[in-house]
């Protein structure tokens, strides 16, 4: 029994995501042979690579002498209008003839361009990394130019899907199946190959932000028709949408054998093992999958908490390949809060490792790669836990440093703190959403206003970095209210490291549709954008998007998002 596991493009490169080193894990655990592919990363080498970008150079010679190239053999309903052409020739020529030095440049410099910044980021040579950043967004665009209108932007990682495809099953197939439209289409046939030579009984692929639904389907579809392995998609994208993939069963037949839904740390043993001793999948937790031609659902069960995982394996991965100089980590499922409307997690209180288990963790991953610093990307830490927690690395005297996601409790005292940033805590996310306190109270988010600037006081004494996150357009937000919540962080000044802003968006496994709370936010005629988006689209009263850049330009904070829900 041996089983690939699969990181594909595109999400950041900042750190490996906490998956896929804990299903290794896992399966090492019980025996089972394992290697990680990273495709995220070599799709990245792959596409500024020197031969690559002078085959787009070849590419986009013929595209600018052949205007109707992407049209051909390609239904109507795909075909660029006239006037997306007439953008696409304009690029081409703006790479090609008006800038051509620029792409000359790009071209010869391409062989070690992400090695380069790899290594300046690492350094924190923030001034090299920058420049070398921007080279390779410039290199990536010509890489993606021949896919005219899909776009790129790689740090942070996001793609301008091409918006001929509305993600219905039929634009699924199409665009996993058409080499001019799909820029890794032939660059994942060859990896199929590749992989089919190593004779793998399972492959895995991490499906965890839309952005890697196209290239996970188009890989899957290949590995299904190059290999004989069995395909499995999994990850936080298919938990969301998963009940999309049911309705159109053929795509078990065509892309690929099973789903795996809830806990897969626990999932993917027992599927690799009813494999090997071929006998039924009937008892496998979340599993969804086709047998005699029917497709079954697999209820999910909750893992214990006491349930034990083993430690991350990051054996295979080139950790010197990430430009950042932590890992992620992962010590418990859900959400001890588990109430927020909005979001997905209401599963409270499933630790399935206690305090000591988790230093006993951080330790042994310290000694067996020389890894120093964490990232804790648990939805947040009970204080109780995270007190223990940082108790057992002062006693052990260890050396490390680690950032945690946390929420804003009155128990989060000066003191605590302090021991905390002693063990080595340096940087806290918090999830504020907004200073109105209508909308905290609306959104069951449990936060006093009066604590929060008491903690972001005590965090800046002490040195410890905050970042907050930050909602805006939510439905029944005031102009005053989004005023309130901008003043507010105008008013901690430098006390706030980072603010991220983003867009409310109506996600189709929150606590809103599964609750049936809608009625709370005054929203009404609640629909589907598409068949496989992750959000739903809605009508409530809200502040319009023109009024929101309006406040945002005002207050120097750049353009919002402009979600598809506007």
Known sequence: MKILLINPPLISSETISASIPLLQGQLQKNNIKTEILDLNIEFRKHIISRNYLLYTKKLLKHIHSTPDYVNENVSKKYWLSDEQIKIQQSLIYAYLIKNKEITERLI???????????????????DLAGKLADEIQLAAKFAFLPFY???????????????????????LYDICTNVKRNIYYNIFKEKA???????????????????NLYPALTLSRLLKEKTKAKVILGGILINTIANSFIKHPDMFWAFFDSLLTGYGEETIVKYALAVKDNVSFEDISG????????????????????????????????????????INIEFNKGCYWGKCLFCYSDTQNLYYRTPVQAADMLQILQNQYKINSFG????????GFLEAFADEILKRKLKISYSAYLRFEKELTYKLLQKLSSSGLNSIFFGLETASPRILKLFNKG???????????????????IKLGIIYGIPTETEEELNMTINFIKNCGQK?????YNPFILLKNSKIIKKNLSRNLKMKNIREFSEFSTYLLYEAPELSFEKISEIFRKNNLGKPTKEIIW
């Open 287 to 326: 599993l969804i999958y086709k047998e005699n031609n029917i497709l079954k659902t697999n209820p999910v069960i909750q893992l214990k908490t006491n349930y034990h995982i083993a430690l991350p394996s990051y054996d295979g991965i080139n950790l010197n390949d990430y430009s950042g100089d932590k």
């Open 149 to 171: 209108p899909e776009r790129i932007q790689i740090e942070p990682f996001f793609i301008k899907k091409n918006p001929l495809y509305k993600e219905t099953y039929e634009d």
């Open 376 to 383: 804790i990307v648990d939805n947040a830490l009970d204080i």
């Open 193 to 211: 190959l590749e992989i089919n030579e190593r004779n793998y009984d399972i492959i895995a692929i991490t499906v965890a932000h839309s952005s």
């Open 108 to 126: 010869v410099n391409a062989y070690n361009l992400y090695d380069l910044y790899v290594n300046a980021k690492r350094k924190q040579n923030y």
């Open 496 to 500: 706030i490291y980072t603010v991220s």
């Open 447 to 465: 936060i006093n206003l009066n604590t929060v600037n008491r903690i972001i006081d005590d965090c800046y004494k002490i040195g410890i970095f």
